[in-house]
């Protein structure tokens, strides 16, 4: 089945997936792809509707920065936002200047002339009925001539044309950012400009979705044997669900106990897999084999290395096991995608080496299905849902592969992974207790391998650190630290400290991402 597809084309935003996200949530399929995609490939993609995004840089410097000429030849509706109005501004024929007042931040914008983008939609309204709107803006340069067939839609005090459209052409521009939530109704905004002004209906559905999948992977696999690693994960588990749907018992399921999992995660994975859903599931148990090659090792990148090397080892090893099979699969999810497809906006730098991207040898040997490649998280879990996985499973925080590895600070050993375990699940017990669990994206406890001195039943104690770790963030790339309630982490700070003997102090994380990371390696 083919979706109608709305196409948005990324000039170095930092917030363009932002924009796919609120075209999804519109129930219509979209694609991000780099500015300078080929003539062929739009023309191939036919979208409904394209959308430009904002960028760093100006019109009247970055000549190359262009959308390609075909996006106005199509005959199909454009929304330029920021960056992607001053470049249809002048690309169509209209004139952008450095602006003397440079807007960053909230904006009141008055919405006049009618348009279709912006009709029946304000905050509030003036004197003279003309619609105000909330918005955010970002930008220096602005579009200080309109080309020939606009009119301006939009102005703020310090930005007379804050928005402008050729509603015959189903050209329409924006200098604020709609994509975000600060601008207030930017999520009509977008509902606009794709249903009405693009004519697209609501067909992109997860419980839909399922059907569709499932053709595909059935008519990709065939009769072959496809192998999974089942870390327990959203993604993971959501991947092997479909998958099993698509083709039951050729799905084999290969869940590593690394001896860096959770407490009694092994136990969890196999319970709700094996016996709830009745996919095949092996337990390897690679504990010495993963032990064994972190002993000594204490720098983050190496362990991190490690880990990822070691599970490739594991899957390749199980695999010769199946004679037929032929897939590796993966819960690559769109996000990974977009992070690290390198486009030619991207300039991101190496922060940590994630243990299952790029870790792939050549002599593996098997062919990758990754039937989650074009999803957000959260659309992820809505499958998970919608393939019937228990809510507990589908909300759960994200577990990074490398697990209590990189929770453990320097060398990893049993006895620290042991305390580690207990604490953690202490922890995050307390937390659902109090109802914070679904209130935090990530929360974990971190083992720091030095002694403090401490005093317990009037004796002293000189034992090892831990530090607790809670985080709410969207999409993980930024995150505040949770101001969990006092009360609450001083019952865990108590049970911890006399429940896990071998830890007299606990202490709470209170840095954010940036400048530090969610997890501590
Ligand atoms: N213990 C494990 N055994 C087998 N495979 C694993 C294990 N840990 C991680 N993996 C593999 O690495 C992939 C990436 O891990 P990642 O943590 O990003 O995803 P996830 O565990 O599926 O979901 P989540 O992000 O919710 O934790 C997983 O999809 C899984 O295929
Ligand atoms: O599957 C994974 N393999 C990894 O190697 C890895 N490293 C970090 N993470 C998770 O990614 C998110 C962001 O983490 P950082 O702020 O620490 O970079 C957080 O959710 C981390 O838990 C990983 N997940
Ligand atoms: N956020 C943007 O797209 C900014 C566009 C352009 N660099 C400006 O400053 O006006
Ligand atoms: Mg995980």
């Given at each position: 089945m083919s979706h109608q597809k709305i196409l948005?084309?990324?000039?170095?935003?930092?917030?363009?997936?932002?924009?796919?996200?609120?075209?999804?949530?519109?129930?219509?399929?979209?694609?991000?792809?780099?500015?300078?995609?080929s003539e062929a490939f739009i023309r191939e993609y036919a979208p409904q509707g394209i959308i430009l995004s904002g960028g760093p840089n100006s019109v009247y410097e970055a000549l190359e920065w262009q959308a390609p000429q075909v996006v106005f030849e199509l005959g199909v509706p454009v929304l330029g936002i920021c960056y992607g109005m001053q470049t249809m501004a002048e690309q169509l024929g209209g004139k952008v200047e450095s602006s003397a007042q440079r807007e960053f931040g909230y904006a009141e914008m008055r919405a006049h002339g009618h348009s279709k983008l912006f009709e029946g939609i304000q905050d509030r309204s003036n004197d003279q009925g003309h619609g105000l709107l909330d918005v955010w803006m970002s930008h220096g340069d602005k579009v200080t001539q309109l080309p020939a067939g606009f009119k301006v839609i939009g102005s703020s005090a310090s930005c007379p044309v804050a928005a402008?459209?050729?509603?015959e052409r189903g050209f329409y521009a924006v200098q604020f950012h709609p994509e975000v939530t600060h601008t207030l109704k930017g999520k009509d905004i977008i509902a606009r400009f794709v249903h009405r002004i693009c004519g697209c209906g609501r067909d992109w559905k997860m419980p839909d979705y399922i059907g569709e999948a499932v053709e595909k992977i059935r008519a990709q696999v065939g009769d072959e044997e496809v192998i999974l690693g089942l870390s327990g994960g959203v993604d993971s588990s959501v991947a092997a669900a479909l998958i099993h749907r698509a083709i039951g018992d050729q799905l084999t399921c290969v869940f590593v106990?690394?001896?860096?999992?959770?407490?009694?995660?092994?136990e969890q994975v196999m319970q709700t897999f094996a016996r709830s859903l009745?996919?095949?599931?092996?337990?390897?148990?690679?504990?010495?084999?993963?032990?064994?090659?972190?002993?000594?090792?204490?720098?983050p990148e190496q362990k991190r290395k490690i880990i990822g090397r070691e599970f490739v080892e594991v899957f390749q090893t199980e695999a010769k096991k199946l004679p037929k099979a032929r897939w590796l699969a993966q819960g690559t999810i769109y996000p990974d995608v977009i992070e690290s497809a390198g486009a030619k906006t991207g300039k991101a730098h190496a922060i940590k080496s994630h243990h299952n991207v790029g870790g792939l040898p050549e002599t593996?040997?098997?062919?990758?299905?990754?039937?989650?490649?074009?999803?957000f998280k959260d659309e992820v879990r809505e499958?998970?849902?919608?393939?019937?996985l228990p809510h507990d499973m589908v909300y759960r925080h994200p577990f990074p592969g490398p697990g209590l590895g990189v929770r453990i600070l320097g060398e990893v050993k049993k006895e620290y992974a042991d305390l580690l375990r207990r604490a953690d699940a202490i922890f995050i017990d307390e937390l659902?207790?109090?109802?914070?669990?679904?209130?935090?994206?990530?929360?974990?406890?971190v083992f720091l391998p030095v002694k403090s001195v401490g005093v317990m039943g009037d004796g002293?104690?000189?034992?090892?650190?831990?530090?607790?770790?809670?985080?709410?963030?969207?999409?993980?790339?930024?995150?505040?630290?949770a101001e969990l309630p006092h009360s609450l982490l001083g019952k865990v700070s108590n049970r911890i400290i006399n429940e896990v003997r071998g830890i007299n102090r606990v202490v709470y994380d209170i840095s954010g991402k940036p400048p530090a990371t969610i997890e501590w390696e």
């Amino acid at each position: 089945m083919s979706h109608q597809k709305i196409l948005v084309l990324d000039f170095g935003s930092q917030v363009a997936q932002l924009i796919a996200r609120r075209v999804r949530e519109q129930q219509v399929y979209c694609e991000l792809h780099p500015f300078d995609v080929s003539e062929a490939f739009i023309r191939e993609y036919a979208p409904q509707g394209i959308i430009l995004s904002g960028g760093p840089n100006s019109v009247y410097e970055a000549l190359e920065w262009q959308a390609p000429q075909v996006v106005f030849e199509l005959g199909v509706p454009v929304l330029g936002i920021c960056y992607g109005m001053q470049t249809m501004a002048e690309q169509l024929g209209g004139k952008v200047e450095s602006s003397a007042q440079r807007e960053f931040g909230y904006a009141e914008m008055r919405a006049h002339g009618h348009s279709k983008l912006f009709e029946g939609i304000q905050d509030r309204s003036n004197d003279q009925g003309h619609g105000l709107l909330d918005v955010w803006m970002s930008h220096g340069d602005k579009v200080t001539q309109l080309p020939a067939g606009f009119k301006v839609i939009g102005s703020s005090a310090s930005c007379p044309v804050a928005a402008m459209a050729d509603e015959e052409r189903g050209f329409y521009a924006v200098q604020f950012h709609p994509e975000v939530t600060h601008t207030l109704k930017g999520k009509d905004i977008i509902a606009r400009f794709v249903h009405r002004i693009c004519g697209c209906g609501r067909d992109w559905k997860m419980p839909d979705y399922i059907g569709e999948a499932v053709e595909k992977i059935r008519a990709q696999v065939g009769d072959e044997e496809v192998i999974l690693g089942l870390s327990g994960g959203v993604d993971s588990s959501v991947a092997a669900a479909l998958i099993h749907r698509a083709i039951g018992d050729q799905l084999t399921c290969v869940f590593v106990d690394n001896g860096l999992l959770r407490l009694n995660e092994a136990e969890q994975v196999m319970q709700t897999f094996a016996r709830s859903l009745g996919v095949k599931v092996i337990h390897v148990d690679a504990t010495e084999q993963f032990m064994g090659h972190l002993k000594g090792v204490s720098d983050p990148e190496q362990k991190r290395k490690i880990i990822g090397r070691e599970f490739v080892e594991v899957f390749q090893t199980e695999a010769k096991k199946l004679p037929k099979a032929r897939w590796l699969a993966q819960g690559t999810i769109y996000p990974d995608v977009i992070e690290s497809a390198g486009a030619k906006t991207g300039k991101a730098h190496a922060i940590k080496s994630h243990h299952n991207v790029g870790g792939l040898p050549e002599t593996l040997n098997l062919k990758l299905l990754e039937p989650l490649r074009d999803l957000f998280k959260d659309e992820v879990r809505e499958l998970g849902v919608a393939l019937g996985l228990p809510h507990d499973m589908v909300y759960r925080h994200p577990f990074p592969g490398p697990g209590l590895g990189v929770r453990i600070l320097g060398e990893v050993k049993k006895e620290y992974a042991d305390l580690l375990r207990r604490a953690d699940a202490i922890f995050i017990d307390e937390l659902r207790a109090a109802d914070w669990y679904d209130k935090t994206s990530q929360a974990f406890a971190v083992f720091l391998p030095v002694k403090s001195v401490g005093v317990m039943g009037d004796g002293r104690t000189y034992e090892y650190v831990v530090a607790l770790r809670a985080v709410q963030t969207q999409d993980f790339m930024t995150a505040h630290w949770a101001e969990l309630p006092h009360s609450l982490l001083g019952k865990v700070s108590n049970r911890i400290i006399n429940e896990v003997r071998g830890i007299n102090r606990v202490v709470y994380d209170i840095s954010g991402k940036p400048p530090a990371t969610i997890e501590w390696e």
